[in-house]
């Protein structure tokens, strides 16, 4: 419906110039533009790039490590999941999926919306990063030990 005095036609959303029928009234109701960036900082290095650094370097040596270790005829995958993985040929679909959940979501969560405490999203990347780092630091150990 076009109100003829303001030219504006009902329910027509400014912003993204769509038709939007829940378009927010009265003064009470405000717009967030953005949430604000994350001013977290450990040195100088921002907590959120650190943490997607974690995720990224666990997930990647985890995986490279364990390839490069099953080269050798003395070392055994012993996790049933990866061997599951690994018979099937999903092995590397699966750490490119959880390499993609365990930066996009915390980034996503992040950006889109903007509740107090939002940065404790990042304890998911760190947390499963260190898992897999540790068991990088594993598999390299066991690497050297049965050259």
Known sequence: ????????????????????????RGAEIGRVERPAPLGLSIYGYSVEGIAYLTA??????????????????????LNPFTVFLRQNGLWLLFDVFMLAVSLGVPVLL??????????????????????RLFATIHNVILIFLFL
């Open 110 to 131: 992040i950006r889109k919306w903007s509740f107090r405490g939002r940065w404790a999203v990042l304890a998911f990347p760190v947390l499963f990063g260190l898992a």
């Open 56 to 77: 990224l370097a666990g997930i990647v040596g985890d995986h490279l490590s364990t390839r490069i270790g099953l080269l050798s005829p003395r070392i055994r995958e």
């Open 1 to 24: 419906m076009r109100d003829t005095e303001t030219q504006n036609w009902e329910g027509l959303d400014s912003d993204t110039h769509g038709f939007n029928p829940f378009t927010p």
